[in-house]
């Protein structure tokens, strides 16, 4: 990836910051000889939080059309199993199409350098996978569909 560099201003003061690398989920900075990881989470509230060295950036996330798309899918929530944790998906366990009872464990957070499994309410088919290994998610944002 070829570097990007961008100028921020912060109380009056600017600062040359350059993005090294980047996925969809976060992205590695180097601010004069330091680099830091910043991690992009997906939150309840309508709005990504950005984590860099413990200070929380908060910006909205979801645009007005993408609001009312997903108020009009009024998808069960019986049918959506999600986080009770925020964290990192460790591991999705499950794959499209899989059928899962009650208890199974269908994915591993990391949270506090601890592994929670995350457990089907009840049984199913695995319809959609909503996010991916890796991924930062925060309490109540959707793993998996279940059909």
């Known amino acids: 990836m070829a570097v990007n560099r961008i100028i921020v201003e912060v109380n009056n003061k600017k600062y040359e910051i350059e993005i090294v690398d980047y996925h969809e989920d976060s992205f590695r900075v180097?601010?004069?000889?330091?680099?830091?990881?910043v991690h992009i989470v997906?939150?309840?509230?309508?709005?990504?939080t950005k984590t860099?060295?413990?200070?929380?950036?908060?910006?909205?996330?979801?645009?007005?059309?993408?609001?009312?798309?997903?108020?009009?899918?009024?998808?069960?929530?019986?049918?959506?199993?999600?986080?009770e944790i925020p964290g990192r998906i460790v591991k999705?366990?499950?794959n499209e199409g899989d059928s899962i009872k009650e208890g199974d464990t269908i994915a591993i957070i990391e949270s506090m350098k601890m592994e929670i499994?995350?457990?089907s309410p009840r049984n199913g088919i695995v319809k959609k996978i909503l996010t991916k290994n890796g991924s930062y998610i925060d309490v109540g944002e959707p793993i998996v569909l279940l059909s």
């Open 42 to 48: 997906k939150n309840q509230r309508d709005t990504s």
């Open 117 to 119: 499994e995350v457990k």
């Open 30 to 37: 180097r601010i004069g000889s330091k680099e830091y990881i």
């Open 92 to 94: 999705i366990l499950v």
């Open 52 to 83: 860099l060295e413990n200070n929380i950036i908060s910006e909205p996330s979801k645009s007005i059309e993408q609001q009312q798309y997903i108020k009009e899918l009024q998808i069960p929530k019986e049918n959506i199993i999600t986080s």
